[in-house]
Every structure is written in structure tokens, then in C-alpha cells.
């Protein structure tokens, strides 16, 4: 619905209309979040905004565009606050055909001459004779596109000092002209001014009031007035300002942030009031790079393990693994990174052990409830309904380089593994090896050719005799959009078949690895391919990984 309309509507409602003063699209924002009906487009909230008097100084363009910005954050109606119309007669019709263009609701313009002067300012408050306001009235209301559109007639008798008859004497005439309703202020410290003015009026329009001057008054008084709308005109701005310095001045004084954090919102609400959150899920299905679309899984839901990771065992009391520091950032932060490096954004993580302990910002988490019982293929598939494109696999327990994601997203195969053979040389091993044996060997030695050439896997699993083993799996694999479908219909299968029998290595379905997975689609005739990789990551399964991985990585 226009928003004019809207605003007419609730003229139409029962009940008073309750609008807040905004300067920019964050505080009208604000406004409408509190739940408030309309955004009064302020022009002592604008000026002040600028660091200048609410005195026209600026000019009808800025206050134009500041109203415009406050309309474009919110879906409720704006009412501008437009002075004396920026000039006369002429100027009003310019003004009203561009605040109606830009979708406000409706304008206010007061009786006062230009350039006026804050109502709340003693001395010059100089009202414009009846017949030249009268003149703006008409001419306001003849510019109008639309019928919604409201034009609210401000009377400044009182502030002026003109009595109540002047007041209502120039009420009826701008409802005469034509007004939508009549803003009566007061700058009286009581309410008993505007009580006077209500009682005498004869509601051949609705009345709009501004208490500042008389907070006391409550919506229940003012309703018992007759009053349909209240303008609660600056008290945003002045908490701004306040809450600003007494920010400022504690960080001045101590040189420091992190005692004022709980004066301050997080980043998070930041981002959330800009709309980052909306804008990420529609650059979701807008933001195209002609790239396949490919999406990342990373398992990180189970907890030290007592064979593979005992010398860990004390750093990880409090957390998973892949929250284990490196030199100031954890093992997911800096596999994150490197992903993003490869421009992979859509990233989640499966969590399950300590799973608070996991704070990266920027992936998709789900949990495994089921994470002590069940195994690292029932993790995976806590992430089902992202498996819906390319997806990548990638263990949490180990650190690599985004130059080895860069070669595996090129290739092209249904099911692909990482593979290395230098494992056959690695010494101090306390950890049974992830084996693979291809049905050619791979390429030996240290300085080796690979390219994109993929070997066809005969077999993988831990029990594997070490002396048939080609390669160990080192824990990356990708699936191409057919191969994560043929994959997740695989997996369905056998949770119905494999329930209380033995899956390969596995107890049962449920305890099974990605291992007994893969040997499971060789089984079914699926050709699942190695890609060799001679260097490029490192696993963190010891102390003595974890020592060195800390003194190679920056
Ligand atoms: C404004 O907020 O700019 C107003 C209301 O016009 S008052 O400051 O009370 O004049
Ligand atoms: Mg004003």
C-alpha cells in the first residue's frame, strides 16, 4: 500500500497516531522497529544532523533528501517537517510536487515567516499574515498528484505569543484552504495550553500535537484532548548525542574499548539494522560469477579421539579440534580463509563436541545431537540440504593450502579424493592411516608431476595392509552435482539396510566414515578417482603436529 494511504488509513483508525522525529535512515529505522506509526522527518533532527541551526539554513534539497533517505529504510509513512515551505507560494508547489515524488506521506509547513527559526528559540518568531499562509495552503493543495497526499497546517500562534483566539482564528482558515489537519504547538510547560486550544477547536480537522515542551502529558490525555497524532519530535537525536559522548568521553579517558561494550551494540546488530543479513540470501540467487557453484562441508562435530589424538588430549579439554589455536587464530578460521581465498563462501560447519567453542563467523553451522554415538558420515549428513550443487568435503583436522582447492575444483570427475604417497616415508605415525589403493600406481619420489591426472581408487579403508597402499586419503573430497546426488541416495540406502549390520569397516551404518562410504560406491561400480597432492597440508592428530604447524604458519 502507498504510504500515503497508509497514513490516511490511520487517520481513519481509532487511536492516536504516534510518530518519532529521524534524521537519517538508521534512526527512522529505528522508529519503525520501536513500533511507532510514522517517521517524522524532523528539521531540528536534520540541521543538527548537519552541525547547523534549525533556521533554514539548509535548503529545501537537503531536507528533501534526508526525508527521502528515512523513507527508503522504513514501510511506514514519513511526514516531513517542511518549515515555512522554503519560500512562498511558488516555492511551496515545487516543494510539494517533489516530497509527493520521493513518497511522503505528507508535509507539514508552519505559519511563520522564512527563514524561520526553531520554535523553541525566544525572540524572532514571526508569523506570516493569515492571507499569504492561506495562499501556501491552497497552492500546496492544487499541486498535489494524488488525493492521499496530506498537507498538515501548522499554526504558531502560541509559540509566537498571539493567544488562542489568533490560533484558532488561523486554524479554521487553513482548514478552509483546504489543510488535511492542524498541527497546534505549544511551547507552554504544561499541557494546560494545548488543553484550552483542544476543547475550543471544533475537529473540522484532526489535531496534531508536539509535546516537548510538556512531556508530562500522557497518550491517555492526549487522546482524552481529541488529539489524533503526537509527534515525539527529537528524543531519538537527544539520546543519540547523549549516549555519543558519554561513549566517547570514557574511551578518551581510559584509551581503551573494552570496558564501554556493554554502552555499545555489537557489529552484529550493526549489520543486521544495514539489512547484510536480507542482502546475503538474495545475493544467494542474484550474485552469479559463471563459476560452477560449489559448496563446502566440513565435519567438526567429534571429540578427541582416544586412539588418534591422546597428546592433544589436555588442549582440547574445552574444545573441538578445529578451534585449536595457531598463532592467534583457530585451525577453522584459517581453513576458512583459505577457502575463501578460492572463493568458496558457501561453507558449513557440523558441530557437535564443545560446540560453543566454535565462534567463526562467516559459515553455516548445524549440530550432530548425535555426535557421541554416531560417526563422521552421519555429521555429513547433518548438512544434507546444502548438498545440492558441487560439494566439497573437507575434514576439520587438517590445515592446506587454497592452491590444492584451486586444482581439485578443476577437475572433473562424480567422486574425487585427495590422496598423498608420501606417507610410506613419514615416520612417528601413532595413528592408523585413511589407506588407498589405485588401480595404477601413482607417481613416487619428491619432486613429482601430477597435474589433474586421476588415478581410479580400487579400495579405501584403515585396515588396508599398508604394503598394497598406493596413497592415504587426507581427508578432502569433492562431488560433482550428479556424483553428491548418486552419494546422498547411496547413503539413504544403506541407513535402511546397514542398521545392524556391518558397512564396511563400520559397526553399522551409523558408525561409519566417509571411508566406508566411498569403498562402499566402488562396491556399487561408481568410479571414484585420487587426485595427487605431494605436499600442500599437514594433519593435526599430535603435539608434535600441532608444535610444528605453529612454527611454520604465520
Ligand atoms: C522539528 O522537529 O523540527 C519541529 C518540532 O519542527 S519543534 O522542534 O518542536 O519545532
Ligand atoms: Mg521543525
Redesign the pocket.
Known amino acids: 500500500m502507498i504510504k500515503s494511504k497508509k497514513l490516511r488509513e490511520l487517520f481513519k483508525k481509532d487511536g492516536v497516531i504516534k510518530i518519532v522525529?529521524a534524521h537519517d535512515g538508521i534512526t527512522a529505522k529505528l522508529v519503525e522497529l520501536n513500533g511507532f506509526d510514522g517517521v517524522?522527518a524532523?528539521?531540528?533532527?536534520v540541521s543538527t544532523s548537519y552541525a547547523v541551526p534549525?533556521a533554514n539554513i539548509l535548503t529545501m534539497t537537503q531536507y528533501l533528501q534526508a526525508a527521502s533517505v528515512m523513507n527508503d529504510a522504513v514501510s511506514i509513512p514519513v511526514v516531513a517537517?517542511c518549515d515555512t515551505g522554503y519560500g512562498n507560494s511558488n516555492n511551496v508547489m515545487f516543494m510539494v510536487k517533489k516530497y509527493e515524488t520521493a513518497g511522503i506521506a505528507a508535509v507539514t509547513i508552519e505559519d511563520k515567516l522564512f527563514p524561520k527559526v526553531?520554535?523553541?528559540i525566544p525572540g524572532r518568531q514571526e508569523l506570516a499574515p493569515i492571507a499569504e499562509f492561506v495562499g501556501k495552503i491552497l497552492a500546496a493543495k492544487n499541486a498535489q498528484a494524488t488525493e492521499d497526499f496530506m498537507v498538515i497546517a501548522r499554526v504558531e500562534a502560541l509559540i509566537a505569543g498571539w493567544g488562542q483566539e489568533e490560533a484558532l482564528k488561523r486554524a479554521h482558515a487553513y482548514v478552509q484552504a483546504g489543510a488535511d489537519a492542524i498541527l497546534i504547538?505549544s511551547k507552554a510547560s504544561t499541557p494546560d495550553e494545548i488543553a484550552r486550544f483542544a476543547k475550543a477547536w471544533d475537529f473540522s480537522a484532526p489535531l496534531v500535537i508536539?509535546p516537548?515542551a510538556y512531556p508530562m502529558i500522557s497518550l491517555e490525555e492526549v487522546e482524552e484532548l481529541g488529539v489524533k497524532m503526537v509527534?515525539y519530535?527529537?528524543h531519538g537525536l537527544r539520546a543519540e548525542i547523549k549516549a555519543i559522548n558519554e561513549v566517547l568521553s570514557q574511551i578518551r579517558e581510559e584509551g581503551r574499548l573494552d570496558r564501554i561494550n556493554d554502552k555499545i551494540v555489537p557489529m552484529s546488530e550493526v549489520f543486521e539494522l544495514q539489512g547484510m543479513t536480507q542482502m546475503k540470501e538474495t545475493e544467494k540467487i542474484f550474485l552469479r560469477s559463471g563459476e560452477e557453484e560449489v559448496k563446502v562441508i566440513i565435519p567438526a562435530a567429534g571429540a578427541p579421539s582416544a586412539h588418534n589424538q591422546t597428546s592433544l588430549e589436555p588442549l582440547l579439554q574445552d574444545r573441538p579440534l578445529a578451534a585449536l589455536d595457531i598463532n592467534g587464530k583457530s585451525i577453522l578460521q584459517r581453513n576458512i580463509e583459505t577457502l575463501n581465498k578460492s572463493k568458496l563462501y558457501d561453507i558449513s560447519v557440523v558441530r557437535g563436541y564443545k560446540k560453543a567453542a566454535l565462534g567463526v563467523e562467516g559459515v553455516t553451522y548445524f549440530d550432530n545431537p548425535k555426535h557421541q554415538s554416531e560417526h563422521i558420515l552421519s555429521s555429513i549428513f547433518c548438512a544434507e540440504e546444502k548438498m545440492d550443487c558441487k560439494t566439497l568435503i573437507i575434514y576439520s583436522d587438517i590445515l592446506f593450502e587454497n592452491w590444492l582447492i584451486e586444482r581439485l575444483k578443476s577437475v572433473n570427475s562424480d567422486f574425487v579424493i585427495v590422496v598423498d604417497n608420501s606417507f610410506k616415508r613419514s615416520l612417528n605415525r601413532n595413528k592408523k592411516l585413511d589407506l588407498v589403493v589405485t588401480k595404477e600406481s601413482l607417481v613416487l619420489g619428491d619432486r613429482v608431476l601430477t597435474y589433474e591426472h586421476l588415478y581410479e581408487v580400487e579400495k579405501i579403508g584403515k585396515t588396508l595392509p599398508e604394503e598394497t597402499a598406493s596413497a592415504e586419503f587426507i581427508g578432502v573430497a569433492m562431488f560433482s552435482k550428479k556424483g553428491v546426488e548418486i552419494f546422498k541416495k547411496v547413503y539413504h540406502d544403506a541407513l535402511r539396510e546397514y542398521k545392524n549390520k556391518p558397512f564396511h569397516e563400520a559397526e553399522n551404518i551409523f558408525q561409519a566414515s566417509l571411508e566406508d562410504l566411498l569403498q562402499h560406491l566402488i562396491e556399487l561400480g561408481y568410479k571414484v578417482e585420487a587426485l595427487q597432492v605431494n605436499s600442500g597440508w599437514m594433519e593435526i592428530h599430535t603435539f608434535e603436529n600441532y608444535k610444528f604447524a605453529c612454527s611454520i604458519v604465520r
Do not use: K, M
Not at 42 to 45: F, K, Q, R, T, V
Open positions: 522525529g517524522w524532523s528539521g531540528l533532527e534549525d517537517d526553531n520554535s523553541y504547538h508536539v516537548t509527534i519530535a527529537n
